[in-house]
Nanobody, 125 residues
């Protein structure tokens, strides 16, 4: 059974930091690019960041550049999202997603094969 299980979401004060984790099972993790996608209340899904299979290529949406990083550990079958300098605009449910794709497809939700159930990040205003 394929599973992506996110964890680490919680309430954090503005300016704080948080690390989300996404543990994979049931598929060959190292063959898949990984992304984090978020959905704020009342808004559509927003792609946040992606990392390639080897872990040496990352990309970010403009609003999180310089604040978020997306490392992965293929031995542990886990991808992370390190979030620093959080603002109320970062409040959302964060999902991890896995796909076999070109980097040009990272921002396309339809290209992902597997999704996690999400973890809530709350940053009060």
């Amino acid at each position: 059974e394929v599973q992506l299980v996110e964890s680490g979401g919680t309430l954090v004060q503005p300016g704080g930091s948080l690390r989300l984790s996404c543990a994979a099972s049931g598929f060959t993790f190292s063959d898949y690019a990984m992304s984090w996608v978020r959905q704020a209340p009342g808004k559509e899904l927003e792609w946040v960041s992606a990392i390639n299979t080897a872990g040496d290529g990352t990309t970010y949406t403009d609003s999180v550049k310089g604040r978020f990083t997306i490392p992965r550990d293929n031995a542990k079958k886990t991808v992370y999202l390190q979030m620093n300098s959080l603002t109320p605009e970062d409040r959302a449910v964060y999902y991890c997603a896995a796909g076999v794709m070109y980097s040009s497809d990272y921002r396309l939700d339809s290209k992902y094969d597997y999704w996690g159930q999400g973890t809530q990040v709350t940053v009060p205003s």
